[in-house]
T-cell receptor
Framework: AQSVTQPDIHITVSEGASLELRCNYS??????LFWYVQSPGQGLQLLLK??????LVQGIKGFEAEFKRSQSSFNLRKPSVHWSDAAEYFCAVGRVASGSRLTFGEGTQLTVNP | DSGVTQTPKHLITATGQRVTLRCSPRSGDLSVYWYQQSLDQGLQFLIQYYNGEERAKGNILERFSAQQFPDLHSELNLSSLELGDSALYFC???????????????FGQGTRLTVV
């Protein structure tokens, strides 16, 4: 069965600092990988996705993520965090046969200090 | 705006009652997914429909059921509600390439259900 682990439940960074959110997945074949962001009281917004090809993917709002098959990781990064990035971030994995049926990690809550 | 519409946004009901949550997918999307987000369980996949037919079931209770109508909107029916059913219920839609997988899901804003 596929699974996703986000080791950090809560991360605090200062505005302007760099950010890396960790995501490890367990899956027997090449997965589809996603990062979603959820602001308070809001739905899930897709930040970026990896299906195949270039292992470094660019997303919206200045985010990027790198797929590392050898480490079963798909970490999310941003070079300079803005106060508006404070939210909860979810990593998710899917597989071809199941379309967009996703298994989510438990989420990482990001706090941004001024 | 993801293009996925869920109604109502909020719902408060008593234990033992039955409610229906509605979802209108993005125009052209054939697949609809329902997820439950709760504090103790996180985000869990409940059920998937594709073009009116059930495609896959996840951690969905027997008290819960869903359907997708010919116009592709979907309803999630929750019955004999318990306090533990209080959660945020998300609908998502996607349009798989060639009928299989490979595209992202677009999520609605969710319906927050409170059972009292």
């Amino acid at each position: 069965a596929q699974s996703v682990t986000q080791p950090d439940i809560h991360i605090t960074v200062s505005e302007g600092a760099s950010l890396e959110l960790r995501c490890n997945y367990s899956y027997g074949a090449t997965p589809y990988l996603f990062w979603y962001v959820q602001s308070p009281g809001q739905g899930l917004q897709l930040l970026l996705k990896y299906f195949s090809g270039d292992t470094l993917v660019q997303g919206i709002k200045g985010f990027e993520a790198e797929f590392k098959r050898s480490q079963s990781s798909f970490n999310l990064r941003k070079p300079s965090v803005h106060w508006s990035d404070a939210a909860e971030y979810f990593c998710a994995v899917g597989r071809v046969a199941s379309g967009s049926r996703l298994t989510f990690g438990e989420g990482t809550q990001l706090t941004v200090n001024p | 705006d993801s293009g996925v519409t869920q109604t109502p946004k909020h719902l408060i009901t008593a234990t033992g009652q039955r409610v229906t949550l509605r979802c209108s997918p993005r125009s052209g999307d054939l697949s609809v997914y329902w997820y439950q987000q709760s504090l103790d369980q996180g985000l869990q996949f409940l059920i998937q429909y594709y073009n009116g037919e059930e495609r896959a079931k996840g951690n969905i209770l027997e008290r819960f059921s869903a359907q997708q109508f010919p116009d592709l909107h979907s309803e999630l029916n929750l019955s004999s509600l318990e306090l533990g059913d209080s959660a945020l219920y998300f609908c998502a839609s996607s349009s798989p390439i060639g009928g299989g997988g490979g595209t992202e899901a677009f999520f609605g804003q969710g319906t927050r259900l409170t059972v009292v």
